[in-house]
């Protein structure tokens, strides 16, 4: 069964205080692993796709990594706007074909302090 | 545009009632899905649509019903719902279901009060 873990449950964090956040995955063969932001009360906000290890991607203060085992989200120098829930999920494959289910991690709820 | 839209915002429903969530996306996206998301967890799937048939069905109960009309166009019609199925309730799309450039854009959901 795929499984993905995120770390720590919860980051509080000084404005401009860098720092990573964690995402483990046991999968039977990875397809994609996604990052979304999530406000209260809000949907998922897409930010980054990984397909495979080694890649990284960057969004203004954001960057993700992965490799085989997990994937990292940096946040360098947050900002009080970035407080949020950061979830984590794969696509993986089932019998040849994954038909669209993602696999989340339980989040990590960032507070970051002016 | 990476834009999905849901109505109604907020809805509240008596355990005999018939309502229907709407949901609706102008990507070309083939795939359409329904989560559920109760307070401090993540989003939990319900149904997937791929090319307006229905894939997946994540043994949902039956007063759940979904419908797709049209490419763009996803429906989940509730009746005789139970107070533990309120909670937010999230319609995503993607190109297509499971295949590479599958992120799924989610719209702001609905949410749901069950009285």
């Known amino acids: 069964e795929d499984q993905v873990t995120q770390s720590p449950e919860a980051l509080r964090l000084q404005e401009g205080e860098s720092s990573s956040l964690n995402c483990s995955y046991t999968?039977?063969?990875?397809?994609?692993l996604f990052w979304y932001r999530q406000d209260p009360g809000k949907g998922p906000e897409f930010l980054f796709t990984?397909?495979?290890a080694g890649e990284e991607k960057e969004k203004e203060r954001l960057k993700a990594t992965l490799t085989k085992k997990e994937s990292f989200l940096h946040i360098t120098a947050p900002k009080p706007e970035d407080s949020a829930t950061y979830l984590c999920?794969?696509?993986?494959?089932?019998?040849?074909?994954?038909?669209?289910?993602?696999?989340f991690g339980q989040g990590t709820i960032l507070t970051v302090h002016p | 545009d990476t834009e999905v839209t849901q109505t109604p915002k907020h809805l509240v429903m008596g355990m005999t009632n018939k309502k229907s969530l709407k949901c609706e996306q102008h990507?070309?996206?083939?795939?359409m899905y329904w989560y559920k998301q109760k307070a401090k967890k993540p989003p939990e799937l319900m149904f997937v649509?791929?090319?307006?048939?229905?894939?997946i069905n994540e043994s949902v109960p039956s007063r759940f019903s979904p419908e797709c009309p049209n490419s763009s166009l996803l429906n989940l019609h509730l009746h005789a719902l139970q107070p533990e199925d309120s909670a937010l309730y999230l319609c995503?799309?993607?190109?297509?279901?499971?295949?590479?450039?599958?992120?799924?854009?989610f719209g702001p959901g609905t949410r749901l009060t069950v009285l």
């Open positions: 995503a799309s993607s190109h297509i279901a499971g295949g590479g450039y599958n992120e799924q854009f």
């Open positions: 999968v039977s063969g990875l397809r994609g």
């Open positions: 990984l397909y495979s």
């Open positions: 999920a794969v696509l993986a494959n089932a019998g040849g074909t994954s038909y669209g289910k993602l696999t």
């Open positions: 990507m070309g996206h083939r795939a």
């Open positions: 649509y791929s090319y307006e048939k229905l894939s």
